[in-house]
């Protein structure tokens, strides 16, 4: 069974920093793109980070410069540094892998005060 579980979200304020870490479990995700999206209340879920095997990087406009995301092929996990977080990153972020993005976590609220 594929299963990919967040932790490390959390309540903080602006300009705090949060580090969120994502283990997949079932199936060896070494090959494939991981990512995270997130969801804020009343909006559509958004691409916020990925990275490829290779270690290439990809990242939203919002998050440019804040965030860093960093995988660990061996142990499955991909890891979401947030810092200089804003009101505008609270959502609940999500996990995600596969080249098409098949494979979700649950995710993980993540709320920034003003």
């Known amino acids: 069974q594929v299963q990919l579980v967040e932790s490390g979200g959390g309540l903080v304020q602006t300009g705090d920093s949060l580090r969120l870490s994502c283990a997949a479990s079932?199936?060896?995700?070494?090959?494939?793109?991981m990512g995270w999206f997130r969801q804020a209340p009343g909006k559509e879920r958004e691409f916020v980070s990925a990275?490829?095997?290779?270690?290439?990087?990809f990242y939203a406009d919002s998050v440019k410069g804040r965030f860093t995301i960093s995988r660990d092929n061996a142990k499955n996990t991909v890891s979401l540094q947030m810092n200089s977080l804003k009101p505008e990153d609270t959502a609940v972020y999500y996990c995600?892998?596969?080249?098409?993005?098949?494979?979700w976590g649950q995710g993980t609220q993540v709320t920034v005060s003003s």
């Open positions: 079932g199936r060896t995700f070494g090959t494939y793109p």
């Open positions: 990275i490829r095997r290779s270690g290439s990087t």
């Open positions: 995600a892998a596969g080249e098409e993005w098949q494979y």
